[in-house]
């Protein structure tokens, strides 16, 4: 076994959660810059794991981990990743670390508040780094808890508790589906003198075996789950309440790095294990997320609150990495999951540029600002490259990612590409819209309460804004940074896919 630096990276921010509890009477400050640091050294082990990856040759699963707990059962510890696992691991770590060094003013509980952000950043890790069925079902339950007690408790609405309670209902309902398809692949594909397995590659495998239509069960149980999750249409009645009730840095980790659990779960337990499966749910597939693109940017062209904005605004993107993945091909994939990459920088920044607004106007209603530009100039210009990043503006990083999905959307179907391409154009009206109305608008009748006194960016946002901005238009550059480390594992993936599929 390899030095366990897969199973550091997704426990070390238990242990600082445990610390957090522990540690006696310390100053909330102090505790805070604990998680800071925490967070940051987690953040430089994950690039640490990336690294070596960079040269984009390996594939398969590397820094394998496995403990055997029940071998009988094939119910083990076995954790692994690979080149797409590894740049979602250092997603992961790096949208926790701005989003906890946004969480300085909480003045409700923090210690538990910063302890709850680092649980859920262990559930979110464990999910991209297991490689053994169970594991992955133990951790994805485990992002259920702290996200719950995360939005219910300190949410910032009167409506945060039915926010959490139908975020576990929908998630719950998903997750039971999918742990009785586990269940039953583990048992039905027992090979004569053998023993059950929960093995992902073990599992890949033996699954040709099984007729076509027990596979078509199986997984649209596994489907159940990553519909809500990601989410599509018409699953997706938690998504909006949910970042809208939230604190600003839980919608981060909501909408940058949680929501890809799932469209990875389609990836890892659909495509790969199910590929002469996916090919035939595909149509189905991207047709809801084609309505989901359409739905979502919709939803926010009638929306006058910024952040219900932004949450829909995020649902339609999701739905572009969906349709990436179901076109199955090198180019939509490759697409796909750059844009997990992209979407979860890019997202994750508005939301911290909407919270820098409303802390200062005390509000995120449209209706009460206006003709913000000549006194917050430089919060204007932030939220203008931001919001032309959101709609794929050539030179900065969304736009490589949708147009390698759009290009393999079409390949899959022109049609498919057509209506994508349509949620683009809409992307830019209300994109548009948004920042026009915000900082551009005539004033209205009745300014937000506190905007007479409202400064503009100070230099410690600048410091965590710059380097955003940055990245994000390095990315849009120099896409290849993030698809050239993983292009020979979608290759090889897709080879094997086509040869399971044609072999059924």
């Known amino acids: 076994m390899d030095f366990p630096l897969v199973s550091l990276i997704i426990f070390w921010p238990l242990l600082g959660a445990l610390l957090l509890i522990a540690l006696p009477k310390v100053p909330a400050r102090s505790l805070f810059w604990l998680s800071v640091f925490w967070s940051v050294v987690e953040f430089g082990l994950s690039i640490g794991l990336l690294i070596t990856f960079a040269d984009g040759t390996k594939t398969g699963f590397h820094w394998n981990e496995k403990l055997e707990w029940l071998k009988a059962l094939g119910m083990n510890y076995q954790v692994g990743v690979d080149s797409i696992s590894a740049w979602l691991i250092v997603l992961t770590t790096f949208v926790t670390m701005i989003a906890m060094f946004s969480s300085s003013g909480v003045q409700d509980r923090p210690r538990i508040y910063w302890a709850w952000i680092l649980v859920l950043e262990t559930g979110i890790l464990g999910v991209f780094a297991a490689t053994n ?3 992955f079902y133990v951790f994805w339950e485990v992002m259920i808890i702290p996200a719950y007690f995360l939005i219910g408790q300190w949410g910032v609405t009167s409506e945060r508790v039915k ?8 998630t719950l309902a998903g997750s039971l589906l999918m742990l009785l ?3 039953a692949l583990a048992f039905l594909t027992v090979p004569a003198g053998g023993s059950p397995t929960l093995d992902l590659v073990e599992l890949r495998s033996r699954i040709a075996g099984l007729d076509s239509t027990t596979q078509a069960w199986l997984f649209l149980a596994f489907a159940a789950a990553f519909v809500v999750k990601v989410p599509l249409f018409p699953f997706q009645a938690w998504q909006p309440d949910a970042y809208a009730d939230a604190p600003t840095p839980v919608t981060m980790i909501l909408s940058g790095v949680m929501s890809k659990t799932g469209a990875y779960g389609f990836l890892r337990f659909g495509v790969l294990l199910f590929p ?14 084609l309505i989901t693109i359409i739905y979502g940017a919709v939803a926010a062209l009638g929306q006058r609150d910024l952040k219900r904005l932004l949450a829909y605004s995020s649902l339609s993107h999701t739905g572009f990495i969906v349709l990436g993945i179901f ?8 697409g796909a999951v750059l844009q997990m990459v992209n979407h979860g920088i890019t997202t994750p920044a508005l939301f911290l540029a909407l919270a ?6 005390g509000t995120t209603e449209i209706a009460f600002m206006g003709s ?10 932030l939220f203008l490259i931001l919001s032309l990043a959101s709609m794929g503006l050539p030179g900065l990083n969304q736009f490589a990612g949708e147009f390698l999905i759009i290009g393999g959307a079409w390949d899959a179907s022109p049609i498919y590409a057509v209506v994508a391409v349509v949620g683009v154009v809409l992307a830019a009206w209300y994109a548009m819209r948004m920042f026009q109305s915000v900082w551009h608008g005539p004033k209205p009748t009745q300014e937000a309460p506190n905007l007479d006194k409202a400064p503009d960016m100070q230099p410690i946002e600048l410091a965590v804004f710059v380097p955003l901005v940055l990245l994000i238009v390095l990315l849009g ?20 896919g086509i040869a399971i599929a044609s072999g059924r």
């Open 133 to 135: 069925l169970l594991n």
């Open 163 to 170: 926010s959490a309670v139908r975020f576990v209902l929908y």
């Open 181 to 183: 398809a586990m269940l």
């Open 276 to 289: 002469a499966t996916s090919r035939d749910f595909a149509p189905l597939i991207c047709t809801l997320a």
């Open 327 to 334: 076109a199955l091909n090198q180019q939509g994939v490759n």
């Open 356 to 361: 820098a607004l409303s802390n200062r106007t």
């Open 372 to 381: 913000l530009e000549s006194r917050m100039p430089r919060l204007g210009a």
């Open 477 to 496: 550059f120099a896409p290849s940074l993030v698809t050239g480390v993983f292009d020979s594992t979608v290759r090889e993936w897709l080879s094997s």
